[in-house]
C-alpha cells in the first residue's frame, strides 16, 4: 500500500473509537438522533479512509501494474471495485 500507513491506521483507530461510543450509546439508550449523527460521522470517516487508498493505489499500484503488463488485471481490478462501489 503507498498510502501513508500511520495516516490510515489513525483513521483506522478514530474509526473504531467511534464504533465503540455508538455501542455505549445503544447500550445506553441514548437518543436515536444522536447515535445515528454517529453513524453518519462513521461512514463518513470510512469514505475518506477508502478515497484516501483509493488515490494512492490509482497512482501507484495502477501505473506499476501496467508497466509490468498486467493492463488485464487492473482494469479488471478497477471495474470491480467500481461495481462494489454501486457505481453501475
Known amino acids: 500500500m503507498r498510502a501513508d ?3 490510515v491506521l489513525k483513521r483506522l ?5 467511534h464504533l465503540g461510543g455508538i455501542r455505549k450509546m445503544v447500550e445506553g439508550d441514548q437518543y436515536c438522533v444522536d ?10 470517516s470510512i ?11 490509482l497512482h501507484g499500484c495502477v501505473p506499476e501494474g501496467i508497466k509490468e503488463g498486467r493492463e488485464e488485471a ?3 481490478e478497477l471495474v470491480q471495485l ?6 453501475r
Open 13 to 17: 483507530n478514530y474509526i473504531e473509537g
Open 74 to 76: 487492473v482494469i479488471e
Open 47 to 57: 469514505e475518506k479512509l477508502e478515497s484516501l487508498i483509493l488515490e494512492n493505489h
Open 35 to 44: 447515535i445515528l449523527r454517529q453513524t453518519f460521522a462513521v461512514r463518513k
Open 5 to 7: 500507513k500511520q495516516d
Open 82 to 87: 467500481y461495481n462494489l462501489a454501486g457505481n
